[in-house]
């Protein structure tokens, strides 16, 4: 008989390999076809379930499952998700069994989902606030909505939010959403809770008919980043270590 733990290898890979095409389409099109989740889930939910009866943890892999399609639902319901980034949590929550830790407590943290977006937020805040503040060195003195801000306000702006040419919206719009409100004062910056679904060109056509901007003038906007791509890396740490980043401080402690 084969080994669970030989089963929970090749789920391993092919679950990985499921997200990293995934990623792929993210990164190309920011669309992911429903079928890559269909066929992962076909292949690897089976084998995640065989292996947690195999390996004695069903009741782990229970609470994970329902723990991720919790999280996912009221994440997609919110806007705090894309959709593609719900399925590929509700996904992983499926088909990747929680491992038993040394402690109930770790084992808590550990969950799979919970551990995947833990490492996937952290991985993708050391890739996404750097690339604003890039951004903005290049293109905040000449954003009007970013230099009417100053102090503490500026530093939160500048590392959240990113100033790119109107020109770069029109080319890639589901890229970004309008950062910046048009008042009796000119531009100010505006940070919106959960993701903005509305077209940026809109807001831009208006301003450029009123003479407000011209097709180079920078712009304040939100990057949409390719979140599925963080998942994928935190799904990679957690494969190879079966922690999170909190597991690793608070076994340290």
């Known amino acids: 008989m084969i080994s669970p ?3 929970l290898t090749v789920d391993y890979l092919i679950v990985l390999a499921t997200q990293v095409v995934a990623s792929v389409q993210d990164l190309r099109t920011r669309e992911i076809s429903d079928w890559t989740w269909i066929v992962g889930s076909i292949i690897c939910v089976p084998l995640g379930l065989y292996a947690a009866i195999r390996l004695g943890i069903l009741t782990l892999y229970v609470i994970g499952v329902i723990a991720g399609s919790i999280f996912a639902l009221a994440a997609y319901w919110l806007r705090a998700m894309g959709g593609a980034d719900s399925k590929s949590i509700a996904f992983i929550s499926a088909s990747i069994p929680t491992l038993p830790m040394a402690s109930p407590a770790l084992t808590v943290i550990s969950i799979t989902p919970l551990s995947v977006l ?3 937020l952290i991985i993708a805040l050391v890739i996404y606030i ?3 503040v890039i951004q903005n060195i290049r293109y905040g003195s000449i954003c009007e909505a970013l230099s009417r801000v100053n102090g503490l306000g500026r530093i939160v702006y500048i ?4 100033c790119v040419p109107a020109y770069r919206i029109f080319r890639n719009p589901n890229n970004y959403a309008i950062a910046q409100v048009l008042t009796s004062d000119g531009f100010q910056p505006v940070i919106k809770l959960g993701l903005d679904v509305d077209d940026p ?3 831009l056509i208006k301003w450029l008919s009123q003479g407000r ?3 180079d003038t920078p712009v304040l906007t939100s990057y949409h980043i390719p979140f599925i791509i ?3 890396l935190g799904l990679l740490m957690y494969v190879l270590t079966h922690v999170n980043f909190l597991t690793l401080v608070m076994s340290s402690l």
Not at 159 to 162: G, I, P
């Open 230 to 232: 963080p998942i994928t």
């Open 201 to 203: 060109r809109e807001l």
């Open 5 to 7: 733990y030989a089963l």
């Open 130 to 132: 750097p690339y604003n």
């Open 159 to 162: 590392t959240s939010l990113m």
């Open 213 to 215: 901007i011209d097709i």
């Open 118 to 120: 833990i490492n996937s």
